[in-house]
């Protein structure tokens, strides 16, 4: 019999959802029964992200013990560390049911209320992942996890599936003779897009034969978002920088760009970078182009 295990989700597209759609495709290579559990009330855009003929459901976060009794999996597996410590208590109250957290931040990095859920559920969870031997250090010291539970995995690259999004796939650049860059993230503090924004515009204004294309989730909501689409139209740069917005295939935009920038203020393993490198494409950081 297989033994089962449960990957929870969002039904946004971030670097943390992506990695768990990775590292669950590679279970099922080896005989795992994986089953994907999107938490929420749509199933968003990860459900493009999900292998075909994978079973999935749309679990609301009220109903997640009805779901944990119905399915009672051997093993769980959480890298939202908003809904960690949720997964982990749910998981105990059903019992029986190995439980895997994957911290997907530097802890020094985070907001002081998801810090507090680091401290309360990694320490109880039965395996907890690191991405670098840093973040392990930093699940010791700061959250008092047993060296013995933790194991340092760095972001796989799902190369079939990158393969899969660019092959016989033309270029999405209009050809107007620029030399095009991209960056692709989410509009986050975190992720800069402020700081490629002011960059760009005190190096390459005046450079007509470059452009830059931003390809990430617009949300009219998102203060960051707001900041940045206005800080684009202050400083004259409508002309010269995209704001694209959500693709569900973010490798062309990589593929056959002349690189692709990085402006993060902190980064604990970039999914992108190693996107990038897979696809032999230069990475920039805002003060190397």
């Known amino acids: 019999m297989k033994k089962k295990i449960v990957f929870f989700l969002t039904p946004e597209v971030t670097g943390a959802e992506r990695v768990s759609v990775t590292m669950a495709k590679g279970l099922t290579k080896e005989g795992y029964d994986v089953v994907y559990a999107i938490i929420g009330n749509t199933f ?73 859920i680091a401290k309360e559920c990694y320490p109880e969870a039965d395996e907890v992942i690191a991405q670098t031997e840093e973040m392990k250090t930093e699940l010791m010291t700061v959250c008092g996890v047993k060296e013995k539970k933790i194991r340092v995995i760095d972001n796989p690259v799902d190369e079939d599936y990158i393969n899969q999004c660019v092959h016989g796939v033309e270029s999405p650049y209009p050809n107007d003779g620029k030399l095009h860059f991209c960056w692709v993230g989410r509009y986050d503090w975190i992720k800069g897009p ?69 402006s993060s203020r902190s980064e604990a393993s970039s999914n992108v970078v190693k996107e990038a490198n897979y696809l032999g494409i230069p990475v920039y950081l805002v003060n190397e182009i």
């Open 194 to 262: 402020d700081i490629l924004v002011s960059y760009f515009a005190d190096k390459y204004k005046n450079e007509k034969n470059i452009s830059l294309y931003m390809v990430g989730m617009i949300d009219a909501n998102n203060p960051v978002y707001q900041s940045v689409k206005c800080q684009i139209e202050e400083l004259g740069l409508l002309q010269d920088v995209h704001v694209v917005g959500f693709d569900n295939n973010p490798y062309r935009w990589i593929k056959y760009s002349q690189g692709l920038i990085m």
């Open 44 to 116: 968003g855009s990860i459900i493009s992200f999900i292998p075909y003929g994978s079973t999935y459901y749309l679990v609301p976060l009220l109903r997640l013990d009805e779901f944990m009794k119905r399915e009672h999996p051997q093993e769980v597996f959480c890298s939202m560390i908003h809904l960690n410590g949720e997964v982990l208590k749910s998981a105990q109250r059903v019992g029986g049911i190995k439980t895997i957290l994957r911290n997907n931040y530097k802890l020094s990095d985070v907001s002081e209320d998801k810090l507090a």
